[in-house]
């Protein structure tokens, strides 16, 4: 599978199933996976801060 094909997967496979899944198919470890596909985390992580912020602004 060329890489950018395999990255694509993986990326849906993270946003679909997690890190452990994606990695089990991917046949790769954890780690990597996280590591390769961190981004992904990062902006899950931002959207819910940015949540919290507005929810707690609009009740003070």
Known sequence: MPHSARRGAGEVLVRTSGHAAAARALNNSEEVVR????????GDLADQM???????????
Do not use: K, M, Q
Not at 35 to 42: D, L, V
Not at 50 to 60: L, Y
């Open 35 to 42: 590591e390769h596909y961190s981004h992904i985390e990062a």
């Open 50 to 60: 940015t949540s919290a912020f507005e929810e707690v602004g609009s009740t003070g």
